[in-house]
């Protein structure tokens, strides 16, 4: 049976409906940066979203080819998880989308290194014909955060966040968001299909002792 992340690693992948304070260690990540609203129809959110795919099954899928990664397990690739953050600003406002900066990740097995990476990249350009020299290969560190399931729509996290920070408050923590650690999303749900109000979504803040 295929490897899954999700099940394996519940304490990340399917937390409480309610804040908990978390240590995350260091992953390895498939990830593209942009910035500007996700929604955008033309927008870079959305092609990064091919990169980030295309690179992702072209690893797990190389199974079926000549390639051998070496200590290769199959497994259920992770969901898509996004770090956000607006320059000059220490929390995110979710009214003025268009000015988000975003680093989009789907984590890696850890037997991809960077030399398997770099072979991927090469090998989905050749199959897809897509210019895949913006996605890189991105460790994250993340370590001490507030983390929580929100369910509801994107709009609607805000509450979902107080809520978090005030846990963090109450328990001898403040934010810690800056060059490094950002608002962290792991998405569940496929938003194309699932009905806003059914949306699973967690949530992570980077947090520090007072």
Same mark, same amino acid.
């Given at each position: 049976?295929?490897?899954?992340?999700?099940?394996?690693?519940?304490?990340?992948?399917? &937390?409480?409906?309610?804040?908990?304070?978390?240590?995350?260690?260091?992953?390895?990540?498939?990830?593209?940066?942009?910035?500007?609203? &996700?929604?955008?129809?033309?927008?870079?959110?959305? $092609?990064?979203?091919?990169?980030?795919?295309?690179?992702?099954?072209?690893?797990?899928?190389?199974?079926?080819?000549?390639?051998?990664?070496?200590?290769?397990?199959?497994?259920?690739?992770? &969901?898509?998880?996004?770090?956000?953050?607006?320059?000059?600003?220490?929390?995110?406002?979710? $009214?003025?989308?268009?000015?988000?900066?975003?680093?989009?990740?789907?984590?890696?097995?850890?037997?991809?290194?960077?030399?398997?990476? +770099?072979?991927?990249? $090469?090998?989905?350009?050749?199959?897809?014909?897509?210019?895949?020299?913006?996605?890189?290969?991105?460790?994250?560190?993340?370590?001490?955060?507030?983390?929580?399931?929100?369910?509801? $729509?994107? +709009?609607?996290?805000?509450?979902?966040? @107080?809520?978090?920070?005030?846990? @963090?408050?109450?328990?001898?923590?403040?934010? +810690?968001?800056?060059?490094?650690?950002?608002?962290?999303?792991?998405?569940?749900? +496929? @938003?194309?299909?699932? @009905?806003?109000?059914?949306l699973k979504t967690v949530i992570r803040i980077p947090v520090r002792e007072k």
């Amino acid at each position: 049976m295929a490897f899954d992340y999700k099940k394996e690693y519940k304490e990340f992948y399917l &937390p409480l409906r309610r804040p908990q304070i978390v240590e995350v260690p260091e992953m390895r990540f498939v990830a593209v940066r942009g910035s500007g609203d &996700p929604n955008a129809e033309d927008g870079e959110y959305k $092609s990064a979203m091919q990169l980030l795919y295309g690179l992702a099954f072209t690893i797990k899928m190389s199974k079926m080819g000549d390639h051998r990664i070496e200590g290769y397990f199959d497994y259920v690739v992770p &969901p898509l998880e996004g770090l956000w953050w607006q320059e000059g600003e220490s929390a995110l406002d979710l $009214s003025r989308k268009e000015n988000f900066q975003w680093i989009s990740m789907i984590r890696l097995p850890e037997f991809v290194t960077k030399q398997e990476f +770099d072979w991927a990249i $090469s090998e989905a350009t050749r199959k897809k014909g897509l210019d895949f020299s913006r996605a890189e290969f991105f460790r994250y560190a993340e370590g001490t955060c507030v983390q929580c399931m929100h369910i509801g $729509s994107f +709009d609607a996290e805000g509450a979902t966040i @107080a809520a978090m920070e005030d846990f @963090a408050a109450e328990n001898s923590f403040v934010p +810690d968001c800056g060059d490094v650690r950002r608002h962290h999303e792991i998405y569940l749900s +496929d @938003a194309r299909k699932c @009905a806003p109000e059914r949306l699973k979504t967690v949530i992570r803040i980077p947090v520090r002792e007072k």
